[in-house]
């Protein structure tokens, strides 16, 4: 691989200032090749590994048996979340019922209008996490903040779980998205 180790360590690492880095891979890391990028980041410090597919994430659980591996997208069946439990994936949910056994993120919708709560409900034992997605981040940095704010708000008694909002942009460009990781994908390459 060309220049991860520049790219992550140096420039995006320090404007995290203290945020995990949770590296997004999800579509062969963009092209770039999933496995590849995923020993480059995490050799770098990522804390996770976050993909869309319960396929995409057990294709890098059987490369990176200790890695934690975030699946962002819906799951399709019973079967995935079978699958998802044995491989020790960790899912995002946005529904009422919570697959038995496996970590989960609690997505709440703050503003994007794609698959979230409205409202955050107590989290449960095998909530390790609460999430949201902005929606501008790179066009709109007012409508952005707000969002941060409502998340912010919603998610604060439960400040004990990990927190994560910001993508790339945010993670760049707003400070106050950054909570406890932020889930970054194309700034992995060098584009903000």
Not at 29 to 35: D, F, L, Q
Not at 64 to 71: D, G, K
Not at 111 to 120: A, D, F, N, Q, V
Not at 131 to 157: G, I, N
């Amino acid at each position: 691989l060309y220049s991860e180790r520049f790219l992550v360590r140096r420039p995006l690492l320090r404007a995290l200032d203290g945020a995990q880095l949770w590296a997004v891979v999800k579509a062969d890391a963009y092209g770039h090749g999933a496995v590849d990028v995923a020993g480059a980041v995490l050799d770098e410090g990522a804390g996770a590994l976050c993909v869309a597919t319960v396929a995409e994430g057990l294709e890098l659980r059987r490369e990176f048996s200790l890695a934690r591996i975030l699946v962002m997208g819906p799951t399709a069946s019973s079967r995935e979340i079978a699958e998802a439990r044995e491989a020790r994936l960790e899912l995002a949910t946005w529904g009422d019922e919570l697959p038995e056994g496996v970590r989960v993120h609690l997505k709440l919708d703050t503003g994007m209008g794609r698959w979230g709560l409205s409202e955050l409900p107590r989290p449960g034992a095998e909530v390790v996490g609460l999430m949201s997605h902005l929606a501008t981040a790179d066009s709109d940095p007012a409508f952005a903040e707000e969002q941060v704010e409502r998340f912010r708000r919603a998610t604060e008694p439960y400040a004990d779980l990990m927190r994560h909002v910001a993508n790339s942009a945010a993670a760049l460009r707003l400070p106050s998205a950054r909570f406890d990781a932020a889930r970054c994908g194309v700034a992995l390459y060098g584009l903000s």
